[in-house]
C-alpha cells in the first residue's frame, strides 16, 4: 500500500498561482494512477485530474482544463498539481488520491487516500 501526504495550499488572490505536491511512502507513485479531487464546503468530492499508471495520460476535469497541469516526479515520488489563473470558485480541499484503476473520474475508483490540503480564493 502507499501513503500519501498533501502540501502546498493557502490563501490566494483571484488570478494566482499555486502549487500542490503530494509525497507518496510505501510504493512508488508510477504504480498507481495518480490523482487530484477536490471537495468544497456543502458538496461532494469531485476530479480534477489524473496521470494515469499505464501510460503517462494526463485528463482534467472541463472546469480546470488550461489551467491547472498534473506531473509525476519519479525521482523525488511525488504528484503535483500547478494551479493558475485561480477562481474563488477553486477553493476547496484537495484531495491526493492512488488507485489501480486505468484510469476514472469517481472518488471510489481509488483506494488511498490523502488528509487534504486547503485552498483559498480570495481578495
Known amino acids: 500500500q502507499v501513503q500519501l501526504e498533501e502540501s502546498g495550499g493557502g490563501v490566494v488572490q483571484p488570478g494566482g498561482s499555486l502549487r500542490l505536491s503530494c509525497a507518496a511512502s510505501g510504493r512508488t507513485v508510477t504504480t498507481y494512477t495518480m490523482a487530484w479531487f477536490r471537495q468544497a464546503p456543502g458538496k461532494e468530492r469531485e476530479f480534477v485530474a489524473a496521470?494515469?499508471?499505464?501510460?503517462?495520460?494526463?485528463y482534467y476535469a472541463e472546469s480546470v482544463k488550461g489551467r491547472f497541469t498534473i506531473s509525476r516526479d519519479n525521482a523525488k515520488n511525488t504528484v503535483s498539481l500547478q494551479m493558475t489563473s485561480l477562481k474563488p470558485e477553486d477553493t476547496a480541499a484537495y484531495y491526493c488520491a492512488a488507485g489501480t484503476a486505468t484510469f476514472g473520474r469517481r472518488p471510489d475508483m481509488y483506494t488511498y487516500w490523502g488528509q487534504g490540503t486547503q485552498v483559498a480564493v480570495s481578495s
Open positions: 496521470a494515469t499508471r499505464i501510460d503517462g495520460l494526463k
